[in-house]
């Protein structure tokens, strides 16, 4: 059978952007967050504590922002457990907002995300078998995976820059102050990982990630643009190695 979860949270000013609009970062945060929660309590039914595992982000697909969210309306996120290959888990998350006052609900987001198993030690576990309403959905599932796994695979072969030592350099060029051109919008933003963007496994939650990506990408774009600005969507994001406890991404 699948395995849902609704998560309700009202938005407050903290969690809102320079334009007055919730920050997509953090509705990005709150997806890969309820998604994790569905894939880990599938991956733990039946399982003796030693055997217990936490799922970890591994790729999240296409992701649009519909519609804004606004701060004080209440965020109704909706993850299902869609797909199970041998050691990943398919979760897709819809995003609602709610005005209290009119008693309203809009769809504001939909994502796909992909994780993996992990227990103590690092060890990658077998995914408990999914049970499919109907067999077409297994199927449409199993291609979807298949195409999540090749393009991965494209990733790693064709821009190695992306899991090596280059990736952590912290050597950007200089802007040459001439407006509207990649070397005047580009940025960088050091975040030290702390215990408060970590789960109960001790590594930076997908979601922290997700948030920091989009909030450096936010400065570029209004550094180009001289305008505020929000996010309309994001393609899809290969996440290779884990960032631990007291690590600086860049």
């Known amino acids: 059978m699948e395995e849902s979860l609704t998560v309700c949270r009202i938005m407050q000013p903290g969690d809102a952007n320079v334009s007055g609009?919730?920050?997509g970062g953090r509705i990005l945060q709150m997806i890969?967050?309820?998604g994790m929660i569905v894939s880990t309590r599938h991956?733990?039914?039946?399982m003796t504590e030693e055997n217990n595992c936490i799922c970890g982000l591994?790729?999240?697909e296409h992701t649009d922002f519909l519609q804004p969210?606004?701060?004080g309306e209440i965020a109704h996120l909706h993850a299902v457990a869609t797909y199970c290959s041998a050691h990943s888990i398919e979760v897709k998350v819809d995003v609602h907002a709610e005005n209290l006052f009119k008693?309203?609900?809009r769809l504001t987001n939909q994502a796909t995300l992909w994780y993996v198993p992990i227990k103590e030690g690092n060890i990658v576990c077998n995914v408990p078998p999914l049970v499919y309403k109907q067999p077409e959905d297994e199927m449409a599932g199993r291609r979807r995976y298949l195409k999540q796994k090749t393009e991965r695979e494209q990733v790693d072969t064709n821009a190695p820059s992306?899991?090596?030592n280059w990736a952590m350099s912290i050597d950007v060029p200089n802007r040459n102050g001439e407006m509207h051109t990649v070397g005047n919008a580009q940025s960088s933003l050091i975040h030290l990982v702390g215990v408060q963007d970590c789960g109960v496994h001790g590594w930076a939650m997908g979601g922290v990630a997700m948030k920091l990506m989009d909030?450096?990408?936010g400065i570029c774009a209004i550094r180009h643009c001289h305008t505020n600005v929000v996010t309309a969507s994001m393609d899809a994001v290969d996440f290779h190695q884990r960032i631990n406890k007291g690590r600086q991404p860049y």
């Open 21 to 23: 609009n919730v920050h």
């Open 162 to 164: 992306m899991t090596d």
């Open 43 to 46: 991956c733990n039914v039946g």
């Open 103 to 105: 008693g309203e609900k």
């Open 58 to 60: 591994a790729r999240v």
């Open 32 to 34: 890969e967050e309820a």
């Open 69 to 71: 969210m606004f701060v």
């Open 215 to 217: 909030e450096v990408a």
